[in-house]
């Protein structure tokens, strides 16, 4: 065997090894990003891409839109949830990197009519390459129609309260 024959396997077998290694600690930091997306509670995370699809989204965000979250990896968000208004601020914070928080934001969820007005706090972070290039977003939500219903029953007086005490 030739002394370039066997570098060249030596270098494969080192290439292997490392690649190996690599992919071992790709799975482990995947499974550690589970982890933390499934471990907020009420919380819902998802990871969006500069043009606004899904490629990473927790249990609790899929399970509220009726989904598994697999089932949401590559869908648009703006194609499952249509609001121009919304579309505009999220494009903006592609476009200006500045990050964007809102509470109490009403929305109703196309599929599901009967749920009526639910409210959220969000929040849309922008995410940036080593070139301070927006790449994606870290878009994550609260759901706070529980909380805006009892501030309501708190706030309703006179012959209101009856109405909203009694639905």
């Known amino acids: 065997m030739s002394i370039g024959i066997m570098a060249t396997s030596l270098i494969s077998a080192i290439d292997s090894t490392q690649f190996r290694k690599d992919k071992e600690a790709l799975k482990e930091e995947d499974y550690l990003i589970d982890i933390i997306m499934n471990c907020t509670g009420k919380s819902h995370i998802v990871f969006l891409d500069k043009d606004f699809n899904f490629i990473r989204v927790s249990e609790s965000y899929a399970n509220t839109c009726g989904y598994s979250p697999d089932e949401m990896i590559g869908m648009n968000h703006f194609t499952l949830y249509p609001n121009p208004p919304i579309e505009a601020i999220f494009a903006k914070v ?62 309703a007086t006179g012959p209101h309260k009856w109405v909203v005490d009694r639905g």
């Open 94 to 155: 592609r476009d200006t990197g500045e990050d964007y928080e809102i509470q109490d934001n009403p929305f109703i969820f196309p599929d599901q009519p009967g749920r009526g007005v639910t409210y959220w706090d969000w929040t849309l972070k922008a995410v940036k390459n080593k070139e301070s290039q927006v790449i994606g977003f870290v878009f994550s939500l609260y759901e706070t129609t529980e909380l805006k219903w009892s501030g309501l029953l708190g706030q």
